[in-house]
């Protein structure tokens, strides 16, 4: 991380340098998500082009956010932890608000029972996984704006790997079905809400390493 030392254009100066890293990091993951999404469920599936901005993008945001977080959580003692932990926030902010909206049995018939009225069970448990980690995620996110801290292992003792464990149980409760059919994968391509679970069982891992060496 680039900083410049001396007075008050230093200190700007190296807010800037990180406020750009933090954006670069973002855009990043934001790419790699997105073309991911569009290539499997547009491209290689049969989800039209019109559910790209929308639909898709959902699926991007809600990939995108788990993995910034989890980045975030790596990041000790990096100053731009703050900015890529908000704009993980604000990713899922939008895939829950994207999600509300488009809420329907015809965008998610596997999350309803026959008649398209109900919520089967695993989705009842998945979405409660989903509500629990987003609860977390609000919590953190109040007390990393009021104390900008970006230093220490945690904001909120084991706050973090708890959001990690319910976002795991977010993405297996609804993906499962699909992971253990690999032949009707598009194109072979793994679904994201398999990418995602291990990506949540990989950070945990790191984290609980790390913390097991901090203490
Ligand atoms: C920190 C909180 C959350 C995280 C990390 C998260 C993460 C994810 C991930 C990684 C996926 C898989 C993307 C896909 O393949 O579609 C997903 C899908 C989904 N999430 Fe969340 N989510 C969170 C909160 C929520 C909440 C609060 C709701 C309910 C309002 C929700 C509803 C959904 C739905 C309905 C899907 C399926 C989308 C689809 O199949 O297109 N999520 N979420």
Not at 20 to 42: D, E, N, P
Not at 131 to 156: D, M, N, P, Q, Y
Not at 178 to 188: A, K, R, V, Y
Request: hydrophobic content about 50%; glycine content about 8%.
């Amino acid at each position: 991380m680039p900083y410049i030392y001396g007075g008050e254009n230093g200190c700007f100066h190296a807010l800037n340098q990180n406020a750009m890293s933090a954006k670069k990091i973002t855009l990043i993951v934001f790419a790699i998500t997105m073309s991911y999404a569009v290539l499997r469920y547009h491209f290689l599936d049969s989800i039209p082009a019109s559910d790209i901005p929308f639909f898709i993008l959902n699926k991007a945001l809600a990939y995108s956010g788990l993995i910034l977080f989890g980045v975030a959580g790596l990041r000790i003692k990096s100053s731009d932890r703050h900015q890529i932990g908000m704009a993980a926030a604000y990713c899922l902010l939008a895939h829950v608000l994207i999600t509300l909206t488009l809420f329907s049995a015809d965008y998610f018939p596997k999350f309803l029972v026959n008649d398209g009225s109900r919520l089967t069970l695993y989705a009842s448990l998945s979405l409660l996984c989903g509500v629990i980690a987003f609860g977390c995620l609000v919590h953190l996110w109040r007390v990393s704006i009021s104390t900008r801290k970006g230093t220490e292992f945690s904001l909120v003792q084991g706050l973090g790997r708890i959001l990690l464990i319910f976002a795991a149980g977010h993405s297996a409760l609804m993906g499962v079905p699909t992971w253990l059919n690999p032949s009707m994968w598009p194109g072979s391509l793994p679904p994201i809400t398999m990418l995602a679970f291990a990506t949540a069982l990989i950070m945990l891992g790191i984290t609980h390493q790390s913390k097991r060496s901090n203490d």
